[in-house]
């Protein structure tokens, strides 16, 4: 044992550390790449928070809670933020289910023409593309305004709405909702749902206990790219909303750059991404907890 | 996409003041440019030379001159300057003529003039407060400067080199925002006010009281804001008799009753697109800037902006160098070249700001002389109020947030 021991032993330890070492030169770039860019301002952002606001705006060294009960006493724009949210990430998987499902099975080989169309817009300008609903809305050619002459009714308004403001996060954020939806119903395979039909099973039943389970990866990554940047929307909302819907985003903005309050604005920011981390955790635990007790009851 | 790209591109509108200028023509103007370049004496063939130009500098300028011109009332002889190859400059979109940045580069040898555009204060502030620009001059509101200054963003200036100083209205000059002249230069002023169509309403407003009726009657629901705290407040507290820069507790929540009271019956808060939304008659009248009018509002015939009767806020645009200017020389050639009377009368016709220079009066176009949105009466200037850097009231903040997400019920 000793001798096979001390044979092995010299080259073992050269060889781990040649790979730790090219692990660690190989994740060097991101680790730091994610620590100059993400960790560091978050820190900074959490030191602001405890600070108050200079004379003149920005920021000076203190010690105290006032910008977080400010911050919790003005949840309006948060909660209403939450809202929209949550109705923009329903509304897109009620849009981006149906397409990538239809995009995965039933597109045949129209399937790379169709993803293509789904990905050039959204490599434009997302102002731009905003902007373009600002006309297919607004009055005259617009929406408002074909409904005004068709139906001979006045004053029709569409922009400024909370629904124009959905039709816009559902419309922006799309194809996040799509491409992850879109790559697990591609891999799934399909002569599960036509077991599930030999053995029965109905249009209804199939979906829900085949293709559902399945698709559950794909649906929880889509919310959670759709749902995160909602919450933090300003554009939307001050173009399409005519700044009538107030989020979060926009409290941000205020609080940075009209009052030039930063640690409000930083206080703000944090309590932000603790809710929406909590939010997400949840949301993670609660549908993995639902794939559990399912396994469980097929079992 | 940062947030100042989005601003930037969110000024753009759909027509541009380069766009409205091309469209009125120049012809008039260059011909007067034409007849005035050349010599700085013949600044003083011009018309109607304005009687409050520096008094100062006259008896010095005739006196130094007095062999050779007759009179020489206006323009003093330019310093020299040992210009470097650039000058980078951060100012708001098309606010500067192209004809006068062109002549300054031929006549200081520029290699390369850099304007980039910020779409409010608070981004410029926020850019200063991040640390070095790497920028030269820009042009910050005169409410912005006093903060500025004490934070060490501008260079002190040292006005000897700017002789053409001495042509801009005393009622711009020495004000609080810089008591003792040493950090800006006056640029343009302009007033917030009431635009409307005067065919969608029953009435044309006059005052703030009119506006504030019209609000809640007739105009419900087609009535716009700019989203700036500052000009917004300016309805509430100059319709009560306050000052505007008010930080009252009192005077400010009776100003914010109002506000909550008109906050339901608003079509929507905006900087952007609200001439263009009075243009297509989705809203009748706007709290707002006289910009609009040359711009989405040029082919509007009933389109008209008052300057309510109870007084409002003017502001000033001003020029400064910043404390790390990389091209200070080129920066204090640029100040005093842009207020050389035929330059400056250029950037009227090109921006349709108002020029503080009483001088450059003679080269601006009639038509734009005349136009109340543009140049206030005399009257109209009395009942004026500079706007104070008021952003460290909470009160003020607390409220206009309030506001905010009661707009539009």
């Given at each position: 044992?000793?001798?096979?021991?001390?044979?092995?032993?010299?080259?073992?330890?050269?060889?781990?550390?040649?790979?730790?070492?090219?692990?660690?030169?190989?994740?060097?770039?991101?680790?730091?790449?994610?620590?100059?860019?993400?960790?560091?301002?978050?820190?900074?952002?959490?030191?602001?928070?405890?600070?108050?606001?200079?004379?003149?705006?920005?920021?000076?060294?203190?010690?105290?809670?006032?910008?977080?009960?400010?911050?919790?006493?003005?949840?309006?724009?948060?909660?209403?933020?939450?809202?929209?949210?949550?109705?923009?990430?329903?509304?897109?998987?009620?849009?981006?289910?149906?397409?990538?499902?239809?995009?995965?099975?039933?597109?045949?080989?129209?399937?790379?023409?169709?993803?293509?169309?789904?990905?050039?817009?959204?490599?434009?300008?997302?102002?731009?593309?905003?902007?373009?609903?600002?006309?297919?809305?607004?009055?005259?050619?617009?929406?408002?305004?074909?409904?005004?002459?068709?139906?001979?009714?006045?004053?029709?308004?569409?922009?400024?709405?909370?629904?124009?403001?959905?039709?816009?996060?559902?419309?922006?954020?799309?194809?996040?909702?799509?491409?992850?939806?879109?790559?697990?119903?591609?891999?799934?395979?399909?002569?599960?749902?036509?077991?599930?039909?030999?053995?029965?099973?109905?249009?209804?039943?199939?979906?829900?206990?085949?293709?559902?389970?399945?698709?559950?990866?794909?649906?929880?990554?889509?919310?959670?790219?759709?749902?995160?940047?909602?919450?933090?929307?300003?554009?939307?909302?001050?173009?399409?909303?005519?700044?009538?819907?107030?989020?979060?985003?926009?409290?941000?903005?205020?609080?940075?750059?009209?009052?030039?309050?930063?640690?409000?604005?930083?206080?703000?920011?944090?309590?932000?991404?603790?809710?929406?981390?909590?939010?997400?955790?949840?949301?993670?635990?609660?549908?993995?907890?639902?794939?559990?007790?399912?396994?469980?009851?097929?079992? | 996409?940062?947030?100042?790209?989005?601003?930037?591109?969110?000024?753009?509108?759909?027509?541009?003041?380069?766009?409205?200028?091309?469209?009125?023509?120049?012809?008039?103007?260059?011909?007067?440019?034409?007849?005035?370049?050349?010599?700085?004496?013949?600044?003083?063939?011009?018309?109607?030379?304005?009687?409050?130009?520096?008094?100062?500098?006259?008896?010095?300028?005739?006196?130094?001159?007095?062999?050779?011109?007759?009179?020489?009332?206006?323009?003093?002889?330019?310093?020299?300057?040992?210009?470097?190859?650039?000058?980078?400059?951060?100012?708001?979109?098309?606010?500067?003529?192209?004809?006068?940045?062109?002549?300054?580069?031929?006549?200081?040898?520029?290699?390369?003039?850099?304007?980039?555009?910020?779409?409010?204060?608070?981004?410029?502030?926020?850019?200063?407060?991040?640390?070095?620009?790497?920028?030269?001059?820009?042009?910050?509101?005169?409410?912005?400067?006093?903060?500025?200054?004490?934070?060490?963003?501008?260079?002190?200036?040292?006005?000897?080199?700017?002789?053409?100083?001495?042509?801009?209205n005393?009622?711009?000059?020495?004000?609080?925002?810089?008591?003792?002249?040493?950090?800006?230069?006056?640029?343009d002023y302009g007033t917030?006010?009431?635009?409307?169509?005067?065919?969608?309403?029953?009435?044309?407003?006059?005052?703030?009281?009119?506006?504030?009726?019209?609000?809640?009657?007739?105009?419900?629901?087609?009535?716009?804001?700019?989203?700036?705290?500052?000009?917004?407040?300016?309805?509430?507290?100059?319709?009560?008799?306050?000052?505007?820069?008010?930080?009252?507790?009192?005077?400010?929540?009776?100003?914010?009753?109002?506000?909550?009271?008109?906050?339901?019956?608003?079509?929507?808060?905006?900087?952007?697109?609200?001439?263009?939304?009075?243009?297509?008659?989705?809203?009748?009248?706007?709290?707002?800037?006289t910009?609009?009018?040359?711009?989405?509002?040029?082919?509007?015939?009933?389109?008209?902006?008052?300057v309510?009767?109870?007084?409002?806020?003017?502001?000033?645009?001003?020029?400064?160098?910043?404390?790390?200017?990389?091209?200070?020389?080129?920066?204090?050639?640029?100040?005093?070249?842009?207020?050389?009377?035929?330059?400056?009368?250029?950037?009227t016709?090109?921006?349709l700001y108002a020029t503080p220079?009483d001088?450059?009066k003679?080269?601006v176009?009639p038509a734009i002389l005349a136009d109340p949105a543009i140049f206030p009466s005399e009257?109209a200037l009395?009942?004026?109020?500079?706007?104070?850097?008021?952003?460290?009231?909470?009160?003020?903040?607390?409220?206009?947030?309030?506001?905010?997400?009661?707009?539009?019920?």
């Open positions: 044992m000793a001798g096979t021991a001390t044979g092995v032993e010299p080259r073992a330890p050269a060889n781990r550390l040649r790979n730790r070492l090219l692990t660690f030169g190989l994740l060097l770039p991101a680790g730091a790449w994610y620590l100059v860019m993400l960790v560091l301002p978050l820190v900074i952002i959490l030191i602001y928070s405890f600070g108050v606001r200079a004379r003149n705006g920005g920021y000076e060294p203190a010690f105290v809670f006032d910008n977080y009960a400010r911050a919790i006493s003005k949840a309006d724009p948060f909660i209403e933020s939450l809202q929209m949210s949550v109705m923009g990430t329903i509304g897109c998987l009620l849009v981006g289910l149906p397409l990538a499902y239809f995009l995965a099975m039933r597109a045949g080989r129209n399937k790379s023409t169709l993803l293509l169309l789904l990905v050039v817009p959204f490599w434009t300008s997302f102002l731009i593309r905003t902007y373009a609903w600002l006309i297919i809305l607004g009055p005259n050619l617009g929406l408002a305004g074909q409904i005004e002459s068709i139906f001979g009714v006045q004053d029709v308004q569409i922009l400024g709405s909370s629904f124009a403001v959905l039709l816009g996060l559902v419309y922006g954020y799309l194809p996040l909702m799509v491409f992850p939806l879109y790559v697990t119903l591609e891999r799934m395979d399909r002569t599960l749902i036509e077991a599930s039909k030999d053995l029965g099973a109905g249009r209804w039943s199939t979906f829900r206990q085949v293709t559902l389970p399945i698709t559950l990866p794909g649906l929880v990554t889509g919310s959670i790219l759709v749902f995160i940047p909602m919450m933090g929307e300003y554009v939307i909302p001050e173009l399409l909303g005519v700044g009538r819907t107030y989020l979060m985003g926009n409290a941000l903005v205020t609080d940075f750059l009209e009052a030039r309050n930063w640690p409000s604005g930083a206080a703000r920011a944090v309590l932000l991404i603790i809710v929406m981390i909590v939010t997400v955790a949840g949301y993670l635990w609660f549908v993995n907890r639902g794939r559990r007790t399912r396994d469980v009851s097929v079992l | 996409m940062t947030e100042r790209d989005i601003k930037d591109l969110l000024t753009q509108g759909p027509v541009s003041r380069r766009g409205f200028l091309a469209a009125a023509g120049l012809t008039g103007l260059s011909a007067t440019i034409a007849a005035c370049t050349g010599t700085g004496g013949a600044a003083s063939d011009a018309p109607t030379a304005a009687p409050t130009a520096a008094p100062t500098a006259v008896p010095t300028a005739a006196a130094a001159s007095g062999a050779v011109e007759s009179a020489a009332p206006t323009v003093a002889p330019a310093p020299s300057y040992a210009v470097e190859d650039e000058l980078i400059m951060y100012n708001w979109a098309e606010y500067i003529s192209d004809e006068n940045i062109k002549k300054f580069k031929a006549e200081y040898g520029l290699k390369k003039f850099q304007y980039d555009v910020f779409d409010n204060n608070d981004v410029l502030m926020a850019k200063l407060q991040g640390g070095a620009s790497g920028y030269d001059v820009a042009s910050p509101t005169m409410n912005y400067l006093p903060a500025m200054i004490e934070s060490g963003f501008l260079q002190k200036l040292d006005m000897s080199r700017i002789p053409n100083m001495e042509l801009i005393p009622v711009f000059r020495k004000q609080w925002w810089d008591p003792t002249e040493e950090y800006a230069v006056p640029k917030t006010g009431i635009l409307y169509r005067s065919t969608l309403l029953p009435s044309v407003p006059t005052s703030w009281k009119e506006f504030y009726d019209l609000i809640k009657g007739e105009a419900s629901g087609k009535t716009i804001f700019v989203k700036s705290r500052d000009d917004v407040f300016i309805f509430p507290l100059k319709m009560l008799g306050y000052s505007l820069n008010s930080v009252d507790p009192n005077e400010l929540e009776q100003a914010r009753q109002i506000l909550l009271e008109v906050a339901p019956h608003l079509y929507g808060l905006d900087s952007n697109q609200y001439g263009q939304t009075m243009a297509d008659g989705t809203a009748s009248m706007a709290l707002g800037w910009g609009e009018l040359g711009q989405s509002l040029k082919d509007t015939k009933d389109k008209g902006y008052v309510p009767t109870e007084g409002t806020a003017f502001w000033l645009d001003t020029w400064v160098i910043l404390a790390d200017a990389p091209h200070p020389e080129a920066s204090y050639a640029w100040l005093n070249f842009i207020h050389r009377p035929e330059i400056q009368g250029e950037e016709n090109f921006n220079n001088a450059a003679a080269y176009k009257e009395k009942n004026l109020e500079g706007q104070e850097d008021t952003s460290d009231s909470t009160q003020r903040n607390d409220i206009w947030e309030e506001f905010q997400s009661k707009v539009g019920g």
